[in-house]
């Protein structure tokens, strides 16, 4: 399969509102420690970064000693890459050079070359350069002997210092051993799991790795192990008044969860229609138009995954934008799969298992 089908990052809708934007004060640097430290049943708790509630990203360090970066967490690619120094020679630098941090191997005691080179396409962005194999630490949390990609050149928006898949051994092209494996595997934590707070900002956001201090409420089966795909049965819109059903859709597709994919949910058209019709929007060619004056009786629309219920309000999935009001949902017409965005996982807490191939919902308002 196309790389550039299979990986689910997507940065379209935010693309180019991040070039040349300075978002200076967004990112706070932890103090980079390195005392190997396992975590227990626990986990490690991470204090993230929120970009515009758009995108998360979790400080991190390569090297020895750690040399610190601020990387996406996105649970839609199962790789990690960080811009290199030598991306500063390269003719297209434009984005890549916006990184505030760049890794130099020559700065590394551990650094040790890796087996050729690498190639990601995202949609709307590439990023290639060197693989190198290096030291990896997460707060306490440290894995020896990790495969990333130096990313040399491409037009990867740095908005932050690159990416951290945390998704499926099974989609990695740089190393198939993730962090996430090689943390369990090499004893740091004790299940393959992740717990995701992604709030609205000003709350402070966090990930926790190998565990979780809530329990789920729910849980979803993971329907194909490649990605964080789940069965998307059927949406139901319903009125924000008394409830009554207004239309329901019936699916039969998966949905990625994707905290890499921005704030939108991205749908096939043959759904996004019937959605779009019940809220009266209008396609204006990128995005979904309501009447402003019927803004605040919007529906609500509810994502069925089989027993599991999601439900948006307009709080979650509209907005005011000018004298426009908009829709975050976005219709892909050569999309087969749902592309779930973070105004999902600003809902409450979830939980994705990999030991069990389930995510878990707790909290969801
Ligand atoms: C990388 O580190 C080496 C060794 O400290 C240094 O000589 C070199 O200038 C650094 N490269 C860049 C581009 O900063
Ligand atoms: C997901 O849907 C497919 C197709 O309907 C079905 O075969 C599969 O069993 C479902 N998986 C889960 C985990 O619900
Ligand atoms: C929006 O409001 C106008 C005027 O009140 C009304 O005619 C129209 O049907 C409303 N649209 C929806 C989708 O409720």
């Known amino acids: 399969m196309n790389r550039f089908v299979i990986i689910y990052l997507t940065f379209a809708c935010v693309f180019g509102v991040i070039v040349g934007v300075s978002n200076d004060g967004l990112l706070r640097l932890p103090v980079v420690r390195r005392s190997r430290r396992a975590a227990d049943e626990n986990g490690e708790k991470v204090a993230m970064?929120?970009?515009?509630?758009?995108?998360?990203?979790?400080?991190?360090?390569?090297?020895?000693?750690?040399?610190?970066?601020?990387?996406?967490?996105?649970?839609?690619?199962?790789?990690?890459?960080?811009?290199?120094?030598?991306?500063?020679?390269?003719?297209?630098?434009?984005?890549?050079?916006?990184?505030?941090?760049?890794?130099?191997e020559s700065e590394s005691t551990t650094f040790e070359k890796g087996p050729g080179d690498f190639f990601i396409g995202y949609i709307g962005a590439s990023?290639?350069?060197?693989?190198?194999?290096?030291?990896?630490?997460?707060?306490?949390?440290?894995?020896?002997?990790?495969?990333?990609?130096?990313?040399?050149?491409?037009?990867?928006?740095?908005?932050?210092?690159?990416?951290?898949?945390?998704?499926?051994?099974?989609?990695?092209?740089?190393?198939?051993?993730?962090?996430?494996?090689?943390?369990?595997?090499?004893?740091?934590?004790?299940?393959?799991?992740?717990c995701t707070k992604l709030w609205k900002a000003p709350a402070d956001s966090e990930v926790i790795f190998g565990g979780c201090d809530v329990e789920a409420d729910d849980w979803i089966p993971v329907a194909v192990p490649d990605y964080w795909k789940?069965?998307?049965t059927k949406i139901v819109v319903t009125s924000s008044k008394d409830g009554s059903e207004l239309v329901t859709v019936d699916v039969n597709a998966v949905a990625v969860f994707d905290t890499g994919a921005g704030y939108n949910i991205h749908m096939p058209t043959k759904y996004a229609d019937p959605i779009s019709?019940?809220?009266?929007?209008?396609?204006?060619?990128?995005s979904y138009l309501v009447d402003c004056a019927n803004f605040t009786d919007l529906p609500n629309v509810n994502l069925h995954f089989g027993d599991v219920v999601i439900p948006l309000s307009l709080e979650d999935y509209a907005w005011k934008s000018g004298d426009e009001c908009q829709l975050g949902f976005k219709k892909a017409d050569d999309?087969?799969?749902?592309?779930?965005?973070?105004?999902?996982?600003?809902?409450?807490?979830?939980?994705?298992?990999?030991?069990?191939s389930r995510i878990g919902l707790a909290g969801i308002k």
């Open 49 to 104: 970064a929120n970009w515009r509630d758009d995108d998360y990203a979790v400080p991190i360090s390569i090297g020895t000693p750690p040399q610190p970066f601020i990387v996406l967490l996105d649970t839609g690619s199962s790789d990690l890459w960080v811009p290199s120094v030598k991306a500063k020679d390269s003719p297209d630098c434009v984005n890549l050079c916006s990184a505030r941090h760049f890794y130099n």
């Open 127 to 194: 990023v290639k350069g060197p693989i190198a194999i290096d030291t990896v630490s997460i707060g306490d949390l440290t894995v020896t002997d990790q495969m990333f990609g130096s990313g040399e050149s491409g037009s990867h928006p740095a908005t932050f210092d690159g990416v951290f898949g945390v998704s499926y051994a099974l989609s990695a092209q740089i190393d198939k051993t993730t962090v996430l494996d090689r943390l369990y595997d090499q004893g740091q934590i004790k299940k393959r799991l992740l």
């Open 230 to 232: 789940v069965n998307l």
């Open 277 to 286: 019709n019940a809220l009266a929007a209008k396609w204006d060619g990128i």
């Open 335 to 356: 999309a087969n799969d749902f592309l779930s965005g973070t105004m999902l996982y600003n809902k409450g807490t979830f939980i994705f298992d990999m030991d069990n």
